[in-house]
Every structure is written in structure tokens, then in C-alpha cells.
């Protein structure tokens, strides 16, 4: 069974801060990789995935992950924070094989920023 | 692209009645989408995953004669909330995985919030 552990439900950064949010996986295989933005009142908007190649990928927004295996981190950050970055993030797996293509998410995390 | 519509947006209703929620994936063929359930402050909870042509699947603990999924086409699938009672107001998510490759992402729904008076 594959699980989602996103450290901090609550991250509070300045505008133009960097901005980091943690996600660490549990599976036996590296699973696909998401990352997903929740505004209020609104379903997900994709940000950035990882399926295979390059480790570091680039999303909407400004947005980058990087996937390093031997950590199972899959860490969301932004160098520069902007007020419209403020909503709920999800970090979420897809199995690799089999699993009916189902997502597990992480709890979530809620970013604020702060002038 | 990859746009997915769900209708409507909100509903109100009172305790009894039956609720139908649309989910249309707008520019792409999902033979496979998801319908989610969130509560206030907390993170997505997968209900049924629905595949066209045939029956969904639903998870542990969400009762098949409750939530109701029919998925009749290519782009679209439907979830009735049958004879709804107030301990089934929530949020409501679909979300539509795009036919193709391994690791296509589901693409979401904005969601319906479902008040049962």
C-alpha cells in the first residue's frame, strides 16, 4: 500500500519568500508523483507531475518539485512567493502498475503569505 | 485543455430529495473518472472510481445504493445522492483521467456543495 505524508498543515511565508512544501511517499515502488492547488470553494488545478526522466520538473505558476528516490521526497517549492499563491496544496501517488490509476493523497497543506 | 465540467455548483435541498451531479470531461475521452467526497478543512476522500460501459467500483464504507454512478458515455459520468439527508451535505469533487499513457493525471472538477436541509 502506497501512502502520503505532507509535513506542516499550516506554512506561512512572506511575499517574495521562498516557498517550500514537503511531501514524503511510502511504496515499494516509485509511484507517479502530483502536485496539486486548492483554491476555495473549487476543485484541484494540476501544478506538476513526475513519471519518468528528468527529476526536477517544472509546473504552472512558477512552481517546481524534485523527486529524489532515496529520500522519497517529492518537496513542492517557489523562490519568490506571490499573494495568489495562498491556498491548499496536495501532494498525491499514483500507483506504477495496477491500483485502478487511483490517487492517494496527503492531508494537505495550507499556504499563507504574508506582506 | 483537459477541462472537466461539473454541474451544478451548488445545490439546496430538502431532507428526501435525490440529487444528480454531472462530471464532462469538455476536450478529452476518459473512460476512467473518480468521485471524491470532502469535509471541511480535510484532504479528498475517494468514493467510487467510474468506468464507462460497465459497473463502478466503489470503496470500503460508501454505500452503492446511496451514491448512485452511472457513467453512459466517453465524457460524461453522473453520481445521484439518492433520498439525501442532512449527514450527507458536503463537498463533492469528480475527477477525470485522460485515456492514454501511464501516469495521466486526473484532471478535477470544480466541485459541488451539497446542503441538505
Known amino acids: 500500500a502506497q501512502s502520503v505524508t505532507q509535513l506542516g498543515s499550516h506554512v506561512s511565508v512572506s511575499e517574495g519568500a521562498l516557498v517550500l512544501l514537503r511531501c514524503n511517499y511510502s511504496?515499494?515502488?516509485?509511484?507517479?508523483l502530483f502536485w496539486y492547488v486548492q483554491y476555495p470553494n473549487q476543485g484541484l488545478q494540476l501544478l506538476l507531475k513526475y513519471t519518468t526522466g528528468a527529476t526536477l520538473v517544472k509546473g504552472i505558476n512558477g512552481f517546481e518539485a524534485e523527486f529524489k528516490k532515496s529520500e522519497t521526497s517529492f518537496h513542492l517549492t517557489k523562490p519568490s512567493a506571490h499573494m495568489s499563491d495562498a491556498a491548499e496544496y496536495f501532494c498525491a501517488v499514483s500507483p506504477f502498475t495496477g491500483g485502478g490509476n487511483k490517487l492517494t493523497f496527503g492531508t494537505g497543506t495550507q499556504l499563507k503569505v504574508e506582506l | 485543455g483537459a477541462v472537466v465540467s461539473q454541474h451544478p455548483s451548488r445545490v439546496i435541498c430538502k431532507s428526501g430529495t435525490s440529487v444528480k451531479i454531472e462530471c464532462r470531461s469538455l476536450?478529452?475521452?476518459?473512460?476512467?473518472m473518480f468521485w471524491y467526497r470532502q469535509f471541511p478543512k480535510q484532504s479528498l476522500m475517494l468514493m467510487a472510481t467510474?468506468?464507462?460501459?460497465?459497473?463502478?467500483?466503489?470503496e470500503q464504507g460508501v454505500e452503492k445504493d446511496k451514491f448512485l454512478i452511472n457513467h453512459a458515455s466517453l465524457t460524461l459520468s453522473t453520481l445521484t445522492v439518492t433520498s439525501a439527508h442532512p449527514e450527507d451535505s458536503s463537498f463533492y469533487i469528480c475527477s477525470a483521467r485522460q485515456d492514454g499513457a501511464a501516469g495521466q493525471p486526473q484532471h478535477f472538477g470544480d466541485g459541488t456543495r451539497l446542503s441538505i436541509l
Open positions: 511504496s515499494s515502488v516509485p509511484p507517479y
Open positions: 467510474s468506468n464507462e460501459g460497465s459497473k463502478a467500483t466503489y
Open positions: 476536450d478529452f475521452q476518459a473512460t476512467t
